[in-house]
């Protein structure tokens, strides 16, 4: 009978271990994320307008209106991890210049868009997005562009059957996975991940157990300037969430929109070098662009980037509903 106690005992205690002791530590600022946006002019950054997502919540995106008399289409630009609809500034100026209303979003947890750091489940990105789509109507064609792990959240939606609420994909250095050839451990030293805690939510969850999901399972190399109007660590809600599905090659064979990938050629994050091996290994012809000279926060502020960008936009608006392969 002790030896069963023992038996059943020893699993909860370590569960309990793991929970309590088992989180992200913290991490050194890493210069080069942090410091690039020293540099970014936000004197014109324009307001925050909200729409009312279906739980009630009033969620915070920015629009620019493109120039010219009518939009030639738009482009909804989903931001990097810890990060908010501002860090797409430039990017979104470079879009707009060129005729594209731009709608730059916080997504939820991030930014003015509810409490930073956490959802409530996870999919609850996927319905915000929807919901925004519904409120705003963005003009047409429509492509879906994301940055890092914003990226990887864009090619969750393109993987999934929301996918025809855009007409193209643009992936900007974006995060595949733990699991994916690109990846550098710790993101290259951008974040610092529980995995005791992690596994051990995991594993509650797979028996129904969500009570722990609005734990802090990541943390992220902020200085502490930025800590005070970023997000310094995701839940495990939100650390699920905003990323590809768990097979993100899954995600990569599902995608039936025209997509393209940028990469900047001197990306510290992941590597550069393998993402034209991850796409193709799926089946997937996707144009993949390396940006020379660029590192990772480069790619979506340096003027050979934002060109890149705008240029690979035109191209996939071109296409229009042609299917990928």
């Avoid at 080069?32 to 995106?61: E, M, Q």
């Avoid at 699920?240 to 995608?255: E, G, K, L, M, V």
Wanted: charged share 15%; proline share 7%.
């Amino acid at each position: 009978m002790a030896l069963l106690f023992i038996a059943v005992l020893a699993p909860i205690v370590m569960l309990g271990i793991a929970l309590a002791f088992g989180g992200p530590k913290a991490v050194a600022p890493m210069a080069s994320i942090n410091d690039p946006f020293r540099y970014v002019d936000f004197t014109d950054l324009p307001p925050l307008s909200s729409f009312i997502a279906r739980d009630g919540s009033a969620l915070r995106y920015r629009r620019y209106a493109g120039s010219g008399a009518a939009p030639v289409g738009s482009v909804i630009l989903i931001h990097g991890s810890s990060a908010s609809s501002a860090s797409m500034h430039p990017l979104a100026k470079a879009f707009a210049g060129k005729g594209y209303a731009v709608y730059a979003l916080d997504m939820r947890g991030h930014g003015a868009s509810g409490p930073k750091g956490t959802i409530s489940y996870v999919g609850q990105l996927e319905d915000d997005l929807e919901d925004f789509v519904r409120a705003t109507s963005p003009e047409q064609p429509s492509t879906l562009a994301g940055f890092s792990a914003g990226g990887g959240f864009v090619l969750r939606v393109a993987g999934s059957q929301r996918q025809n609420q855009f007409q193209s994909c643009l992936l900007l250095s974006p995060f595949l996975g733990q699991d994916a050839p690109t990846y550098r451990p710790g993101s290259g030293g951008w974040v610092s991940v529980g995995m005791a805690r992690v596994i051990a939510i995991d594993l509650l969850n797979r028996i129904g157990i969500a009570a722990f999901n609005q734990l802090p399972v990541t943390a992220f190399a902020l200085n502490e300037k930025a800590r005070a109007f970023l997000t310094p660590a995701y839940s495990f809600a939100l650390m699920s969430n905003f990323r590809p599905h768990r097979d993100y090659t899954a995600d990569i064979r599902s995608t039936q929109l025209p997509c393209a990938v940028l990469v900047g050629e001197a990306d510290e994050v992941f590597d550069a070098t393998r993402f034209e091996q991850a796409f193709r290994a799926q089946g997937k012809n996707w144009p993949v662009h390396m940006v020379p000279r660029l590192g990772h926060i480069p790619l979506t502020l340096e003027p050979t980037g934002l060109a890149q960008a705008v240029d690979a936009v035109k191209k996939l608006q071109r296409l229009g509903n042609t299917p990928s392969h």
